[in-house]
């Protein structure tokens, strides 16, 4: 059974910094594109940064020049780097990515538990 497990939430300052990481875990013939999304309460689900399986990455404008997507192919990881954090940027920070699993020849998409972020002013 295919699982994403995310990581590195917390309570930070404005300004501070936070690396969430994410593990794809189970039997797969491949991973595909990887992303994170973010909701805070009382907004929709919102994809914040987009990183694909040869490295082409894609940001949110808010978070552009301040968060860094990034993958470990050979650990099935995926990471958000965030710096200059604001308290904007508080939400449930969600991993997503599109997996075959071995029982299956074409991919899905799945989602970690998420993982809290809140940056106080």
């Known amino acids: 059974q295919v699982q994403l497990v995310e990581s590195g939430g917390g309570l930070v300052q404005a300004g501070g910094s936070l690396r969430l990481s994410c593990v794809a875990s189970g039997s797969m013939r491949g991973i595909y594109t990887m992303r994170w999304y973010r909701q805070a309460p009382g907004n929709q689900r919102e994809l914040v940064a987009t990183i694909t399986s040869g490295g082409m990455t894609n940001y949110e404008d808010s978070v552009k020049g301040r968060f860094t997507i990034s993958r470990d192919n050979a650990k099935n990881s995926v990471f958000l780097q965030m710096n200059s954090l604001k308290p904007e940027d508080t939400a449930v920070y969600y991993c997503?990515?599109?997996?075959?699993?071995?029982?299956?020849?074409?991919?899905?998409?799945?989602w970690g538990q998420g993982t809290q972020v809140t940056v106080s002013s």
């Open positions: 997503n990515a599109d997996i075959t699993p071995m029982t299956h020849w074409a991919p899905s998409q799945y």
